[in-house]
């Protein structure tokens, strides 16, 4: 398949298509070992990412591919790069390609399995596996997930390392296994290790054979992967450099040196299947199964440390036919259906095939709003809190909610919610203190699943409890809540979660520079971006309770109905006053404000004045200062509108739709229609944000009209909010001097 791709197809463009061959024949046996006789229909998968040629080649001789796939790797339409859950035709588990990740998400999936199993009854028992590569283990998120206390106890989890002791760039320096080892170990793992095969375990039983395990044991793997390269006398004299006495003895009459020290575990089938049955064995705690392997095992560039994206020539592949006795007219055929391994193919086929799995919330309907009512000024953050616990009291939808946090969930506003649903355990925990404002029940009934402070961790659990209608039969309305600016720490698992089509909402709170005395470091600036920019995923920021209330609800229905992905709010912690929107309600009417809310903006406030006319656009907690600028505006004759706008995604989104329609029709362009709606007049905009300036300057384009940007372009520091808005320009003098600006231009 990687061969075709590289040699056969007429890319035009002169760009490597590459394949990763080397790294696809290291984890062969092991895959072997799962499909062909290790899992049931109900296991559950996530291949390394180079080795996705070996996983669409089982499935096709499972007969799960069509052959028009095996010459498309790596071409539009056709087999991805990396396993992908939503690209690729095959049915794949977990997505990989950030490199970590897709080692971590089984972990994850299993979590959600233990809650799904504790809430809604057991599910047929499976197996959640990993194939990961070891210099994979170079990555912190790893380490992270491991000792994570929410991890602990999963004897359904196993991970097979595909420990050829190579990366991209070089040979792993050093012997890592002990470390390695220790570490899994320390984190309450089962470690087992499938280091040697046949040939060198019946050595090893040999008079004096001993002393050539320990050589092998103790040899640096720099040393080791050397040998590759080399036979003969050569390889005979580099073997036995710095080799104890002993060694040159024993293997002074084995001909067939280079067989002999290369027959490694990975490659063995009979001592893989030994491996993954003992871990089965482990009930109580996860398993890692480090599989020494050969990187291009069986292949002409096996052990080359620069084979990482090596590609064999045309005479390596006719050479490679030859030996395993294909030619050019059958090398696509699967086994003969009658053969022995036709008939394992068959019988494998119909073990692992599956029921179709239902994504959606199947009579839940979530209520349009909570009714959420303040006399008061009340923080979103606030507000999204109460209506977690409303949510928390409707029969229908209650059962279905879930939250988790990163160590943050009563400094968010989960205690509430807490406090009625209490925290998910495995097993009931005695509370040793009194808590009058958090009731941390820790129970098999709990719904918020606490995590430590590892917002990585966080992004995987969401997005496993995000899938967890294919991968544990049940769907949910997952809930997480970071502080703001740590989405950035986390960023990598978030667009993993998403990238594999998970759904679930994510509150960044607080954000902004509004959370003024906690500094710079605790300030977010650039988080709107990446909720506007992220695919599959929808930037939500209403600066109002009762907007939150329509839009947090709209996203748990999108949710339970299998809609759309991701919805990311963006929260703070300042309380507003919250008659402004009230007002906009009762001159607007329930309805049309409650479908332009959803849309993405509404007009908050307009100045009845004859004067030129100048927009305010604002999302979030800077509301306030929008309002103050615009009546004063209005007391110099200016007819100024204010915007609150609630999606800045959404409204992004309708602009782009319409774009990408006059581009492909060669048709002028219209204004969409919540755009027509917001801003139904042409004037000069001024936008005004608690981040960087950038994220709405785009609105003076899809207008036509001059827009004057404010917001955060610069580290913040402590202060109260007046400070901090002083400082970057979002007090009302400074909005209205942008509104003049606009205007003369």
Same mark, same amino acid.
């Given at each position: 398949m990687v061969d075709a791709a590289n040699r056969e197809r007429e890319t035009g463009d002169g760009v490597k298509v590459g394949g990763h061959q080397a790294s696809s024949a290291s984890l062969t046996s092991v895959m072997t070992a799962l499909y062909f006789h290790h899992l049931t229909a109900a296991d559950k998968v996530s291949v390394k990412p180079h080795a996705s040629p070996v996983f669409h080649a089982i499935q096709y001789l499972l007969g799960n591919l069509d052959r028009s796939y095996l010459t498309t790797l790596r071409q539009r339409g056709g087999l991805q790069s990396y396993p992908s859950r939503t690209k690729d035709p095959d049915e794949v588990d977990f997505s990989t390609g950030s490199v970590g990740l897709g080692a971590a998400a089984p972990l994850f999936a299993a979590v959600t399995r233990r809650y799904v199993d504790a809430h809604f009854g057991e599910r047929p028992g499976s197996r959640f596996v990993a194939l990961i590569g070891d210099a994979e283990l170079d990555e912190g998120n790893i380490w992270e997930a491991i000792v994570d206390p929410a991890t602990t106890g999963l004897g359904n989890v196993m991970w097979v390392v595909d420990f050829n002791r190579q990366s991209l760039d070089r040979v792993v320096p050093g012997i890592q296994i002990d470390k390695w080892r220790g570490q899994f170990e320390a984190a309450g793992w089962h470690v087992a290790e499938v280091k040697y095969g046949r040939k060198l375990q019946a050595a090893f039983a040999q008079p004096g054979g001993e002393v050539l395990r320990t050589w092998l044991d103790a040899m640096p793997n720099e040393q080791y992967q050397s040998l590759f390269a080399l036979a003969g006398d050569e390889l005979r004299e580099r073997f036995l450099d710095g080799a104890p006495a002993g060694v040159a003895e024993f293997i002074a009459g084995v001909e067939d040196l280079y067989g002999l020290v290369t027959d490694l575990g990975g490659h063995d089938i009979a001592s893989l299947v030994d491996a993954f049955e003992a871990a089965d064995a482990e009930k109580d705690r996860p398993s890692v199964v480090f599989a020494y392997t050969v990187k291009g095992w069986g292949l002409p560039l096996a052990g080359n440390p620069r084979n990482h994206s090596g590609l064999l020539t045309g005479d390596q592949i006719t050479a490679l036919r030859g030996e395993l006795g294909l030619g050019e007219h059958d090398?696509?055929?699967?086994?003969? %259906?009658?053969?022995? #391994?036709?008939?394992? *193919?068959?019988?494998?086929?119909?073990?692992? #095939?599956?029921? %179709?799995?239902?994504?959606?919330?199947? +009579?839940?309907?979530?209520?349009? !709003?909570? +009714?959420?009512?303040?006399?008061? %000024?009340?923080?979103?953050?606030? +507000?999204?809190?109460?209506?977690?616990?409303?949510?928390?009291?409707?029969?229908?939808? #209650?059962?279905?909610?879930?939250t988790t946090a990163p160590d943050v969930?009563?400094?968010?506003? &989960? #205690?509430?919610?807490?406090?009625?649903?209490?925290?998910?355990? %495995?097993?009931?925990?005695?509370?040793? !203190?009194?808590?009058?404002?958090?009731?941390?029940?820790?129970?098999?009934? +709990?719904?918020?699943?606490?995590?430590?402070?590892?917002?990585?961790? &966080?992004?995987?659990?969401?997005?496993?409890?995000?899938?967890?209608?294919?991968?544990s039969g049940q769907p949910l309305l997952p809930v997480g809540t970071v502080y703001d600016p740590f989405v950035c720490r986390g960023l990598d698992a978030f667009i993993y979660s998403v990238y594999s089509g998970s759904r679930f909402v994510i509150a960044g709170t607080p954000s902004g520079v509004t959370l003024a005395p906690e500094g710079g470091a605790h300030q977010s600036t650039i988080t709107p971006s990446i909720g506007l920019e992220l695919p599959n995923t929808t930037l939500i920021e209403p600066a109002y309770?009762?907007?939150?209330?329509?839009?947090? *609800?709209? !996203?748990?229905a999108k949710i339970a109905a299998a809609e759309d992905g991701a919805y990311y709010f963006r929260l703070s912690t300042r309380p507003i006053d919250q008659a402004p929107f009230a007002a906009a309600k009762e001159r607007a009417g329930e309805a049309v404000l409650r479908r332009q809310v959803l849309a993405g903006a509404y007009q908050l406030w307009s100045a009845d004045v004859a004067g030129p006319a100048v927009y305010l656009a604002a999302s979030g907690a800077v509301l306030p200062e929008t309002l103050a600028a615009a009546r004063e505006l209005a007391e110099e004759g200016i007819q100024a509108h204010v915007v609150d706008v609630t999606s800045l995604d959404r409204l992004y989104s309708a602009w782009q739709r319409t774009l990408r329609q006059g581009v492909r029709t060669a048709t002028t362009p219209s204004v969409p229609g919540a755009l027509r709606a917001a801003f139904p007049v042409k004037a000069p905009i001024v936008t005004v944000h608690d981040g960087a300036s950038h994220a709405m300057a785009w609105l003076g384009s899809a207008l036509g009209v001059p827009c004057v940007p404010l917001g955060v372009d610069v580290f913040g520091q402590s202060g109260n909010v007046q400070d901090l808005y002083e400082l970057h320009d979002l007090m009302p003098g400074s909005i209205v001097n942008a509104a003049l600006a606009a205007l003369s231009l």
């Open positions: 090398e696509w055929d699967r086994f003969d %259906p009658a053969s022995a #391994a036709g008939i394992l *193919c068959n019988t494998r086929r119909e073990v692992l #095939a599956r029921a %179709p799995r239902e994504a959606r919330l199947t +009579g839940v309907t979530v209520p349009a !709003s909570t +009714g959420l009512r303040s006399a008061k %000024p009340m923080s979103t953050q606030e +507000g999204f809190g109460r209506i977690l616990v409303d949510l928390s009291r409707d029969p229908a939808v #209650a059962p279905y909610l879930v969930a009563t400094s968010t506003n &989960l #205690a509430g919610f807490i406090n009625r649903t209490g925290v998910f355990s %495995p097993e009931q925990r005695r509370a040793w !203190s009194a808590d009058p404002l958090v009731k941390w029940a820790e129970g098999p009934t +709990g719904q918020h699943i606490e995590l430590g402070i590892s917002e990585m961790n &966080l992004f995987l659990l969401l997005g496993q409890l995000g899938l967890s209608w294919d991968l309770a009762g907007a939150l209330d329509w839009l947090l *609800c709209d !996203s748990f």
